[in-house]
């Protein structure tokens, strides 16, 4: 069947703008999370959804960012005021509740 | 808190040989513990995963790992190495529970050159 998709690929941004990078998810998976993937900091949570629970947002480095899913199954990460520092690669994955997390490409964020 | 260490940031075999990446893991109780893989420009792959029961897990591609409860490990090991094995590896471990998900925690990598 269909694996998690996120869109777009990569994205290229001036620092300042905001961006949304989009996450769907395998179809019947309950639980939704974004990592991020860079050369400093390397594999590194940010948030997860899980059912109709409240997101774990633990991991969030700051305010600037945030995440919603809607319907239980596609979620969107908005960066506000990006930063130089946000340039990674967001990777999202998704599963049941057996922690057998699946991911998707990934969005390649550069921000210039 | 839990966390994960992988001592060996880069590893060369030749095809053919054998392999084995290490893994060492922090956590309070028993863990659920994954093998990924990521090949160049491309997302993670679950190798493998021990949730409980048999420490000698098999995987795909002919990968296998071993839980050592005692020595907090899960090393990855391969018999015969392919050269299409060449990728960074991801040791990672989860919080266990029942009917609950959790974040994973990641090691930071072991990157696999194999030579011809």
């Known amino acids: 069947g269909a694996g998690v998709s996120q869109s777009p690929s990569n994205k290229v941004t001036e620092k300042g703008k905001d961006v949304e990078l989009r996450c769907d998810p395998i179809?019947?998976?309950?639980?939704l999370y974004w990592y991020r993937q860079s050369l400093g900091q390397g594999l590194e949570f940010l948030i997860y959804?899980?059912?109709?629970?409240?997101?774990?947002k633990s991991g969030l480095p700051s305010d600037r960012f945030s995440a919603e899913r809607t319907g239980g199954s596609v979620s969107t990460l908005t960066i506000q005021r990006t930063q130089q520092e946000d340039s990674a690669v967001y990777l999202c994955?998704?599963?049941?509740?057996?922690?057998?997390?699946?991911f998707g490409p990934g969005t390649r964020l550069t921000v210039t | 808190a839990q966390s994960v260490t992988q001592p060996d940031i880069h590893i060369t075999v030749s095809e053919g040989a054998s392999l084995e990446l290490r893994c060492n893991y922090s956590y309070g109780a028993t863990p659920y513990l994954f093998w990924y893989v990521q090949s160049p420009g491309q997302g993670l792959q679950l190798l493998l995963k021990?949730?409980?029961?048999?420490?000698l897990v098999q995987g795909i591609k002919g990968f296998e790992a071993e839980f050592k409860r005692s020595q907090s490990s899960f090393n990855l090991r391969k018999p015969s190495v392919h050269w299409s094995d060449a990728a960074e590896y991801f040791c990672?471990?989860?919080?266990?529970?029942?009917?609950?998900?959790?974040?994973?925690?990641f090691g930071t990598g072991t990157r696999l050159q194999v030579t011809l």
């Open positions: 990672a471990v989860g919080a266990s529970g029942t009917g609950t998900a959790s974040k994973l925690t």
């Open positions: 994955a998704s599963s049941t509740v057996f922690h057998e997390q699946y």
């Open positions: 179809s019947g998976h309950t639980a």
């Open positions: 959804f899980q059912g109709n629970s409240a997101p774990d």
């Open positions: 021990y949730f409980s029961g048999d420490t």
